[in-house]
C-alpha cells in the first residue's frame, strides 16, 4: 500500500508563489509518472502537471511557464513550483503516483485572491 503525503497549500495574493510538495511512502520498489491534478469549485478535476520516471514532463495549457514540476526520486516525492499564480488557479490539488496502481494523496488547498 502506497500513502502520499501533500504539504504547502494556502493562501497567497495573485502573482505570489506556493510550492507544493507530495512524499510518497509504504510498499514502493519503484515509481513510474508523478503528477497534479486540481479541482476548482464545481468544475472536475483536471490535469496540472505530469513527471515520469526519466525525468520528462507535460503541463497543462494553463499552466505553461509558469508552474514546474519536478521529482527526487530518491526521496520518493513530487513538486509543483507555482509562479505567477492566478485567482483561476485556486482549487484543491491532488498528487498521484503510479507504482503497481495509481494512488492519490488526500489534496491540498490552493487560494490565490485577486
Known amino acids: 500500500q502506497v500513502r502520499l503525503v501533500e504539504s504547502g497549500g494556502g493562501l497567497v495574493q495573485a502573482g505570489g508563489s506556493l510550492r507544493l510538495s507530495c512524499a510518497a511512502s509504504?510498499?514502493?520498489?519503484?515509481?513510474?509518472?508523478m503528477g497534479w491534478y486540481r479541482q476548482a469549485p464545481g468544475k472536475q478535476r483536471e490535469l496540472v502537471a505530469t513527471?515520469?520516471?526519466?525525468?520528462?514532463?507535460n503541463y497543462a495549457d494553463s499552466v505553461k511557464g509558469r508552474f514546474t514540476i519536478s521529482r527526487d526520486n530518491a526521496k520518493n516525492t513530487v513538486y509543483l513550483q507555482m509562479n505567477s499564480l492566478k485567482p483561476e488557479d485556486t482549487g484543491v490539488y491532488y498528487c498521484y503516483a503510479d507504482v503497481a496502481f495509481r494512488s492519490w494523496g488526500q489534496g491540498t488547498q490552493v487560494t490565490v485572491s485577486s
Open positions: 509504504g510498499s514502493i520498489f519503484s515509481i513510474n509518472a
Open positions: 513527471i515520469g520516471s526519466d525525468g520528462s514532463t
